[in-house]
């Protein structure tokens, strides 16, 4: 015996071992096809297919949606924006299926992200939504902030600037666990999407609250950001000298922010303050520095917005020879961005063709690295096996654990259906015996006492010959005929006990035979409606229904003091849903006691495994009656 549990352990300690290789083998061929993504899209494609195919062989659920994913991300960046959805859903599918819910999540974003790309909001919208669903069942609170500022950006792609704003505070509620950086930076963004709106004292809120943030962390690009929002805030509300002490506060900063795009872009806002502010001496320096920086980092598209501005400036002072050289040179300048476009493309595919040529060296390359870290592998391997050794005789404890604890649960399964299927039997017994003896009262009532009934009417009627005063013959032909009314009443009766037409029509035309007969009475006005297609049960179980509207139509009638009632039929693909309601005074479930027809109905839903749910107030009572079809046909 104890042999027999070495070799499970053995067994097991090899098989983990296996796993682990396996999945670390995995890893390094979608590592490999990452180093392919933006140079060689294809080997990229092969290698995550490959990595796919060994997820799936080898049961390493990672691997398979992540290979899945990552080829939906290639097909987009190559415009193959069909394939990207056929992978995407593909990952999403099978994330269900094995149930990895950060999987289907990234794979909702991603087909977000490409609707958001090809115009189509609406879905766009749809799957960021089912994204941040997934990411509330993780709890992850920073993916919820990313995925609600992903929708603000796509309702900011349609310029719906009220959900634009609206989402951005969803992901504020769900930042706390974001970085003070993140989060200062968020309410930028926050800040300037509501100056926008004109919304300057909650911009300004939020514009003092990175500042905050910007003091407590320390971060230069957050603190360079907070001030120069700051700025924009007293731009926009015209306190421009306000404006330019915030625009040279941030100036001082952006040297060591070490982003000369950012500069040259501040030194054109703050000529722009200064332009506001009548002061067209330092508007023109500001200008001028910020051209020469555009020229410095060779950005035509930037140097065309600044001449533009300059020769506005040099407008206004009345230097009007000035302001038309530098309006030129901005037209030219437009030109030239359109040429460097092109030049743009033209080096891209240059690049695209020397790479090629570097793929046989690179591959060379990633072969020597595999060899390398299989040597790794193989090096730690004696350190593993103890530590997979313990957790192997673990899994075989849980194991062995888990089998009697199923063996007990199959168990305790078969002795509850066998449980509920006495009950069922029972019940039906119950329903059978109640029906035959309703047949039998229903048949004596017919055959005897209507019988009885008209030979005592046949009796009487031969009197009408004996000459009777005329006094004597009217009060005759009054019995005769409460008679002939009795006879009605017995035919209902037993009609009511016993409805053949269940059995001849079905259960639709029997209920509405039966609201007809108490539409008649003028005591009460019942409305029978029903939807969608009938589908007919067995005629026990239409009978069992058909007693169960009785029973609740009776307790209206007795009780509700009701002047109105509705009975109706919807019937829903494999479900019927039944309604019974009145207009009467309604009840109080804490107080009414359980009458027999409380229980009779009770025992009638339980054989029928139905659901009833029932509901009244002083303005009425409704019973809704809900059988799964499958259950009842």
């Not at 805030?233 to 915030?246: E, F, M, Q």
């Not at 598209?301 to 533009?308: A, D, G, S």
């Not at 391997?381 to 404890?397: C, D, N, T, W």
Request: proline share 0%; aromatic share 12%; with cysteine.
């Amino acid at each position: 015996m104890q042999r027999h549990y070495f070799y499970i352990i053995i067994y097991l300690f090899s098989f983990c071992a296996i796993a682990q290789k396996n999945s670390l083998t995995i890893q390094k061929i979608m590592d490999e096809a990452y180093t392919f993504e933006q140079k060689q899209s294809q080997k990229a494609l092969q290698l995550y297919t490959k990595s796919h195919q060994l997820s799936l062989k080898f049961n390493y659920k990672e691997g398979a949606y992540k290979s899945l994913l990552y080829s939906g991300i290639v097909y987009s960046n190559i415009g193959k924006y069909d394939s990207a959805l056929y992978y995407y859903n593909k990952c999403i599918n099978y994330s269900k299926r094995v149930k990895i819910l950060i999987g289907e999540a990234k794979g909702y974003v991603n087909l977000a992200n490409l609707y958001q790309f090809k115009g189509d909001y609406p879905s766009s919208i749809k799957n960021y939504i089912r994204s941040i669903k997934i990411f509330e069942k993780t709890k992850d609170s920073v993916l919820i902030s990313q995925s609600y500022q992903n929708l603000s950006a796509v309702y900011n792609s349609f310029k719906n600037e009220k959900l634009e704003l609206f989402y951005l505070k969803k992901a504020e509620d769900y930042g706390t666990k974001l970085n003070k950086e993140q989060l200062g930076l968020l309410y930028g963004d926050i800040g300037l999407m509501l100056l926008r709106q004109d919304h300057f004292d909650e911009a300004f809120a939020y514009f003092k609250k990175a500042v905050t943030l910007s003091k407590a962390e320390k971060s230069i690009r957050l603190t360079y950001f907070a001030i120069r929002n700051m700025g924009e805030y007293y731009n926009h509300t015209k306190k421009y000298k306000t404006a330019i002490s915030y625009y040279l506060d941030a100036l001082e900063l952006s040297d060591l922010l070490n982003d000369t795009f950012q500069k040259d872009d501040l030194l054109h806002i703050l000529s722009g303050a200064y332009f506001n502010d009548n002061d067209f001496k330092n508007a023109l320096y500001y200008g001028n520095q910020a051209l020469s920086l555009a020229k410095k980092i060779e950005s035509n598209e930037m140097e065309h917005i600044i001449l533009k501005r300059l020769s506005t400036i040099y407008y206004k002072t009345e230097q009007h020879q000035k302001a038309y050289q530098l309006l030129e040179q901005s037209y030219d300048l437009k030109d030239s961005v359109i040429n460097d476009n092109h030049i743009k493309e033209t080096t891209l595919l240059q690049t695209k063709f020397e790479t090629e040529k570097k793929d046989k060296s690179i591959a060379e390359q990633q072969i020597q690295l595999k060899q390398q870290e299989l040597d790794l592998i193989k090096s730690k391997k004696e350190k593993q096996m103890y530590f997979i050794a313990f957790i192997a005789l673990i899994v075989v404890s849980i194991g062995i654990w888990y089998f009697f604890k199923q063996r007990q649960n199959i168990k305790n399964k078969e002795i509850l259906a066998l449980k509920q299927q006495q009950e069922i039997n029972t019940l039906e017994a119950l329903m059978d015996g109640e029906e035959k003896e309703r047949r039998r009262i229903a048949q004596e009532l017919h055959d005897g006492l209507n019988g009885d009934l008209s030979a005592i009417k046949y009796r009487l009627s031969t009197l009408e010959e004996a000459g009777l005063s005329p006094i004597d013959a009217d009060n005759l032909n009054k019995v005769i005929d409460m008679i002939d009314e009795s006879c009605a009443q017995v035919r209902n009766i037993s009609h009511d006990l016993m409805p053949t037409s269940i059995l001849e029509y079905g259960l639709i035309e029997t209920i509405k035979e039966y609201c007809f007969k108490i539409n008649s009475s003028k005591k009460i006005k019942i409305d029978f409606q029903y939807f969608g297609n009938y589908i007919a049960l067995t005629k026990k179980n239409e009978t069992v229904i058909y007693r169960i509207i009785q029973e609740m139509v009776t307790n209206i009638l007795k009780h509700s003091k009701a002047t109105e009632a509705m009975i109706q039929f919807n019937y829903r693909e494999e479900e019927l849903f039944i309604t019974v309601e009145d207009n009467g005074i309604g009840f109080d479930k804490s107080t009414i006691k359980e009458g027999i027809g409380h229980k009779n109905i009770k025992t009638r839903v339980a054989f029928l495994n139905a659901q009833l749910d029932s509901n009244s107030s002083n303005l009425g009572t409704s019973y809704t009656l809900s059988i799964d079809l499958n259950k009842t046909k």
